[in-house]
């Protein structure tokens, strides 16, 4: 006799529609279903994105409880539509409701009012975890179409948002993919190519990016759309639908326990609520037979997930996870799991986050009332009542405040222009997430990140202050913009490197053809304007331009990058280097590549080109590994590899090796570090532990092996790092330390050329995060976090961290980009040999 699970998961073969929605019958006539608008029944293909986008506008214009809008659009312009679905009343008043809703989630509206609770299902976002897209596409026919007293009751309870994909460029890579290999008949072996995808995968957007962390750092259009559709609205409810590994059954919530001392968020969301609805999904997925657990694994430390960010909203963020069929059909230890059978258990879920909000309307409504209440009961109860910060990188700082705005977090301006943060406000909450640090940890092993105090991303020098901040709130980043008119030279213009944007100011000259140079040594002007280490000089005599032109081009790159041009009528400096200094050099143009593909980690290769697109302007060139072999480096000047693993032959390290010594660049990133030592193309080494054969082993009991081991693992921390302000790969910081975040175990020994280690770690280096003790004293003491390697004439940029980490590293893209833009100007000295001396 088949076992009945293995039943369950053929069943979605034999049973079309009704294996799906059989219990929600009666459904309007005249209204399609998915099965029949796309010609083909849910679950024998891959749906596209645009397919999924038709079906829900379908909805929309044939039933008057259905109303479609779009949030966004993603990077290669597919449209992020929300569906409403309600009663046609709730439709009509959906402005009136918006405003009750969030008026009593805010408290300025005391008696709770009789409307619609708000939900919002979101789906897929992540690309090659497909079925909860064709789960969303069920739930909206079933949500519109049923007249099932059930389903009708629901329409009048709750204004119900559904977010087919939340990442649709990345599905659409992913259904590409698994349609084009589906097999006729099917094929089940986990070896099979529709099983498989091939590098990058589906998993993450345009630009490679996890989306599931990009609530909090919110630097894609998909989650800067999405955050402000939220802050319209504060779902109570907000389901994130996943897939795991194919080995396994289905998740839902309660989670792992947090694994902070003092979680921010309230006890009742991650107990009580997280209970209440676990109750639904239990007896839902026990009604079809579905093996499920919950608790054991996950966790909602990290604010930036898609189940955790509504935590802090007030809303209960609750996360889905089924066991993949990673195409139609695959052989598990469990049987054969289907396609079918995936879409069912999210479908099923998703129509039971709908039950559990509806009947427990009061109860989700006053905890978010209570929350926003208790949020600032806690900021009043604080010493600390606002953080405040003051940065001479004006475009650093815009960014960071562009972000706090994001999240609806009040800033001010005070008299002395410095930025102040108020604790005492609704936000108090997210407040916490952007400045507090934090050394201890109810655990020791985290899904993602310890770590992501964002002030330490974008490296802000913050104070807490005991008195609450006076004068004007920000409303809009753009209004800080702050530029003088360009005074016209007919000698020359020079630009403070102390701007995040002065990298794309330099491609902008570069792409005008107009000749740059940099500082190797300040100088002051005349006007006793001061021109740190790195500070741009264009000459007005040496360009192919005429005055008037070089002019133009300058005023409208001073508009473009909001970076501060000055004209200077005279080459004699007041103070510092002249204008004709050999201390000023010309900038070579980068001419970049970046290995990309199989081995190599698409997250870092994603980082690099979103950074280079759509901040600096800059092209670079991504040539998968197997065809690296064939490549002519000599059109390049800079290699840029991302983690991963170089397993090249001798020719090829050869081949490499060469190419550097004629004086071009590597930009190593992370793993990528110990190819590089491995092949002996630099001269460099890796820290080792001295192990310590006096120590016995102690048995351990083995079901804790997974906790233990975690437990040595660096899930993200920020460390301090000091800097050389006079090294080309530090032009143009303001503050001799730095925030460094890292999330790999690569420890780089210090160069044996003292001016080979640019950045150093502070004796004192923790600065928020868990790191494990064997970490923190046998590790971080002897090690550098970069390293600048002299090969030849060439030289190996070593950064054991990495400085372009999901979009948000604001405080070390510039050390990156100088890489880029000064690597190939930067020697390390050497000392001479005795007869070298002589003149």
């Known amino acids: 006799m088949r076992p009945l699970f293995f039943l369950l998961l053929i069943s979605a073969q034999l049973c079309g529609q009704d294996y799906f929605t059989e219990q929600y019958k009666p459904f309007h006539e005249e209204i399609q279903s998915p099965n029949q608008f796309l010609g083909y029944e849910i679950g024998s293909q891959h749906t596209r994105h645009d397919q999924i986008v038709s079906y829900l506008e379908y909805l929309a214009s044939s039933s008057s409880d259905a109303k479609i809008s779009y949030y966004g659009k993603t990077h290669e312009g597919r449209k992020l539509p929300l569906l409403a679905i309600g009663t046609q009343e709730t439709l009509s008043n959906m402005k009136e409701i918006q405003k009750a809703h969030v008026d009593f989630a805010h408290g300025t509206l005391s008696e709770e009012p009789d409307i619609p609770l708000v939900v919002n299902l979101g789906y897929n976002v992540h690309g090659n975890e497909p079925s909860s897209s064709e789960a969303a596409l069920l739930t909206a026919y079933t949500l519109v179409a049923s007249n099932h007293s059930q389903i009708k009751h629901f329409r009048t309870q709750a204004l119900i948002f559904i977010d087919p994909t939340i990442n649709p460029d990345g599905r659409d890579r992913h259904t590409q993919w698994a349609n084009s290999y589906k097999g006729t008949p099917l094929v089940s072996d986990p070896m099979d190519a529709e099983h498989n995808e091939a590098w990058p995968r589906g998993r993450t957007n345009h630009y490679w990016f996890d989306l599931n962390r990009d609530w909090l750092l919110a630097i894609n259009p998909e989650s800067q759309g999405k955050l402000a559709w939220y802050h319209q609205w504060y779902p109570n409810v907000v389901t994130d639908f996943h897939e795991m590994g194919s080995q396994s059954t289905y998740f839902f919530e309660p989670m792992k326990a947090n694994g902070s001392l003092d979680p921010i968020m309230p006890k009742d969301n991650y107990i009580k609520l997280n209970d209440i609805f676990a109750t639904y999904f239990s007896k839902q997925l026990d009604s079809i037979g579905s093996l499920y657990f919950t608790k054991e694994v996950f966790d909602g430390t990290y604010p930036g997930y898609g189940s955790s960010y509504p935590d802090l909203q007030g809303g209960l963020g609750i996360l889905f996870e089924q066991a993949s069929s990673r195409g139609l059909k695959q052989k598990t230890a469990f049987g054969e799991i289907t396609f079918p059978f995936t879409i069912r258990n999210q479908y099923v879920s998703s129509l039971a986050t709908v039950q559990a909000a509806v009947e427990n309307k009061s109860i989700l409504r006053k905890y978010q009332k209570d929350f926003f209440e208790s949020a600032l ?107 003088l008119p360009l005074k016209k030279s007919s000698y020359a213009y020079a630009v403070n490197a102390q701007d995040y944007n002065v990298p794309a100011l330099i491609q902008g000259l570069q792409d005008n053809s107009l000749v740059t140079s940099t500082a190797f040594k300040p100088f002051k002007s005349k006007g006793n304007l001061s021109f740190p280490y790195g500070s741009l000089v264009i000459p007005v005599a040496l360009q192919s331009k005429s005055a008037d032109d070089t002019y133009t081009i300058l005023q409208t790159l001073q508009k473009k990058y909001h970076v501060q041009i000055h004209g200077l009528s005279t080459g004699f400096s007041a103070q510092g280097v002249d204008l004709g200094s050999r201390n000023i050099r010309p900038i070579k143009k980068p001419k970049a590549l970046m290995i990309i593909g199989d081995g190599t980690r698409s997250y870092e290769a994603g980082e690099v080109w979103h950074l280079l697109d759509t901040r600096v302007g800059m092209p670079i060139t991504k040539v998968h590994q197997h065809r690296f ?52 193309i630099v001269n460099e080494k890796r820290v080792k532990k001295e192990a310590d054969s006096t120590v016995a082993v102690k048995p351990k009991p083995y079901v804790d092996a997974s906790e233990n081991l975690g437990r040595e693992e660096l899930g993200g921390v920020f460390l301090k790092g000091n800097l050389d302000l006079s090294h080309p790969l530090n032009f143009g910081y303001i503050n001799e330390t730095i925030s460094l975040y890292k999330n790999n175990l690569v420890w780089l020994n210090p160069s044996k050329n003292p001016y080979g280690t640019p950045v150093t770690y502070d004796q004192d280096p923790h600065l928020d995060g868990y790191i494990s003790n064997d970490i923190l004293n046998n590790y971080l003491p002897k090690a550098a976090p970069v390293v600048v390697s002299s090969v030849g004439k060439g030289r190996v940029i070593m950064f054991a961290e990495n400085p372009n980490f999901r979009g948000t590293a604001y405080g070390t893209n510039r050390m990156f980009l100088n890489a880029l833009f000064l690597g190939n100007h930067i020697v390390v000295p050497k000392k001479r040999a005795a007869e070298d001396n002589n003149h």
């Open 629 to 680: 072999n064939s490549l002519d480096l000599e059109k390049y000047n800079t290699l840029v590899l991302i983690s991963g693993r170089y397993d090249w032959d001798d020719k090829m390290v050869t081949k490499v090796k060469s190419w550097v010594e004629k004086g071009n660049s590597i930009v190593a990133i992370g793993t990528a570090n110990n190819s590089l030592i491995k092949h002996k």
């Open 377 to 483: 009961e806690r900021s009043t109860k604080s010493k600390i009542k606002a953080y405040t910060f003051k940065d001479l990188d004006q475009n650093k700082t815009i960014a960071f405040v562009d972000k706090l705005l994001r999240h609806q977090i009040e800033v001010y301006q005070t008299a002395e222009n410095n930025f102040a943060v108020p604790t005492e406000q609704k936000q108090y909450r997210m407040v916490q997430s952007f400045f507090e640090t934090y050394d201890t940890y109810r655990d020791s092993v985290y899904y993602d990140a310890s770590a992501w105090s964002v002030a330490h991303f974008y490296n802000i020098n913050y104070k807490e202050t005991s008195k609450a901040p006076q004068g004007k709130r920000i409303e809009k980043s753009s209004d800080l913009v702050s530029l």
